[in-house]
């Protein structure tokens, strides 16, 4: 258990819906990162929080947003949903900002199913 | 722009011997790697660090090299047993983001 939760573990929706990933960082973490990984494909980085303030951005879609929180939980809204979109969801916790050296901590997925 | 490869095909070895999986890069100078083992429907979870400036990591039965002029890293698993059949994904950064560059990863499967 990597000390990272995510919620929910499973989500089944239809194209144009709009929804709301959860993650909950390991304590003491105040790095958040998001990763979508579709099947067969690397992993592909979204966004980056640290200490509530958006850090760094990578191939995130307009139709995406994210934010953290004062408690440093974060959350993955995903708007517009099409069938593209279906893929697994990552949230990822480090202790700072700084993942080359340290360990990035992942929680176990948010599986999103767009019909 | 920056690419990584990682064999596409599962490798079979069998149980007890060194298994060897390739992390490829181009266009690229990556001043850390990492390897991270990943289960089916499950996060990834690290392994292993290396720096550019070392040419070889070790952690048990698992060992890392570095050959920045090939622009390649070698992950070895010796004595591998069953238990060790997972994906494992090479990990490069910075990127002009500051962040990792993944590889797709290669499904490792030892039989018995």
């Known amino acids: 258990d990597s000390g990272v939760t995510q919620t929910p573990k499973h989500l089944i929706t239809a194209t144009g819906q709009r929804v709301t990933l959860r993650c909950s960082p390991r304590?003491?973490?105040?790095?958040v990162y998001w990763y979508q990984q579709s099947l067969d494909q690397g992993l592909q980085f979204l966004i980056q929080?640290?200490?509530?303030?958006?850090?760094a951005k990578g191939n995130i879609l307009e139709r995406f947003s994210a934010q953290q929180f004062p408690d440093l939980h974060s959350e993955l809204n995903l708007s517009s949903l099409e069938l593209g979109d279906s893929a697994l969801y990552f949230c990822?916790?480090?202790?700072?900002?700084?993942?080359?050296?340290?360990?990035?901590?992942f929680g176990p997925g948010t599986r999103l199913t767009v019909l | 722009s920056q690419k990584i490869e990682q064999n596409s095909e599962a490798l079979n070895i069998q149980e007890g011997k060194t298994a060897t999986l390739t992390c490829n890069y181009t266009?690229?100078?990556?001043?850390?790697l990492q390897w991270y083992r990943q289960d089916p429907g499950r996060g990834p979870v690290f392994l292993l660090l290396?720096?550019?400036n070392e040419k070889e990591k070790r952690k048990e039965r698992l060992k890392v090299t570095f050959d920045t002029t090939l622009k390649q890293s070698l992950f070895h698993i010796t004595a591998s047993q069953p238990a060790d059949s997972a994906t494992y994904l090479c990990?490069?950064?910075?990127?002009?983001?500051?962040?990792?560059?993944w590889g797709a990863g290669t499904k490792l499967i030892i039989k018995p």
């Open positions: 266009n690229y100078s990556p001043a850390y």
């Open positions: 990822a916790s480090s202790p700072r900002d700084w993942i080359f050296t340290d360990t990035q901590y």
């Open positions: 290396i720096r550019e």
């Open positions: 929080y640290y200490n509530g303030e958006e850090r």
């Open positions: 304590s003491g973490d105040l790095s």
């Open positions: 990990a490069l950064g910075p990127d002009s983001n500051y962040q990792l560059i």
